[in-house]
């Protein structure tokens, strides 16, 4: 079956930048679109990206996503960190040979 | 706006049974697929099945297949999941979520709006 595996946690400081990576586990990763939700504690996830670089409306730009096939990960990349920022945020896909939805394990982020 | 109330939590005895129901408004519920999707007590997210628009094609996760069955009322609006054979290791919060794709035949797979919840716990 299909894995995406990401980073526990992540941490930065107020106004940086910082990458969350998300990598398949096997055949490609473009070739399903992935998407990156946002959980905060207490709280259902909402989406940041979908479609593997598309923002819903209300979700700022500071908020990008991106596929690279040549290391089979998906990347979402977080500008002028906020506080506010701080949350869980899952990496998600659909796994082809089960017809199923498959989630990484969560990339706890820390702005610090 | 789109709401997806969930409903019917609880606590249940190992091998126990429990239906959760999934109340949905602010859109036209018929022509979208739906998921429950569940997270253990901080664990992550994990998929659990999907349910066409009409009701036709259904999808399992392997953890649950066989104990758990989708189903929805179209004109109820409402979806539900119903749960045999209870393990400890289902205990978690169970999300309905409403898939982007609009008379999707097998889903998108991209779960655009969720509830917030409801919790199950098995124990005995």
């Known amino acids: 079956n299909f894995m995406l595996t990401q980073p526990h946690s992540v941490s930065e400081s107020p106004g940086k930048t910082v990458t969350i990576s998300c990598t398949g586990s096997?055949?490609?990763?473009?070739?399903?679109?992935v998407q990156w939700y946002q959980q905060r504690p207490g709280s259902a996830p909402t989406t940041v990206i979908y479609e593997d670089n598309q923002r819903p409306s209300g979700v700022p730009d500071r908020f990008s996503g991106s596929i690279d096939s040549s290391s089979n990960s998906a990347s979402l990349t977080i500008s002028g960190l906020k506080t506010e920022d701080e949350a869980d945020y899952y990496c998600?896909?659909?796994?082809?040979?089960?017809?199923?939805?498959?989630f990484g394990g969560g990339t706890k982020l820390t702005v610090l | 706006q789109v709401q997806l109330v969930e409903s019917g939590g609880g606590v249940v005895q190992p091998g126990g049974s429990l239906r959760l129901s999934c109340a949905a408004s602010?859109?036209?519920?018929?022509?979208?697929?739906m998921h429950w999707v569940r997270q253990a007590p901080g664990k992550g997210l994990e998929w659990v099945a999907f349910?066409?628009?009409?009701?036709?094609?259904?999808y399992y996760a392997d953890s649950v297949k066989g104990r758990f069955t989708i189903s929805r009322d179209n004109s109820k609006n409402t979806l539900y999941l119903q749960m045999n054979s209870l393990r400890a290791e289902d205990t978690a919060v169970y999300y309905c979520?409403?898939?982007?794709?609009?008379?999707?035949?097998?889903?998108?797979?991209?779960?655009?709006?969720w509830g917030q919840g409801t919790l199950v716990t098995v124990s005995s």
């Open positions: 096997s055949g490609s990763i473009a070739s399903n679109y």
């Open positions: 998600q896909s659909y796994d082809s040979s089960n017809h199923g939805g498959v």
């Open positions: 349910i066409r628009y009409d009701g036709s094609n259904k």
């Open positions: 602010g859109f036209t519920f018929s022509s979208y697929g």
């Open positions: 979520a409403k898939d982007y794709l609009f008379y999707g035949d097998y889903g998108s797979f991209y779960f655009d709006y």
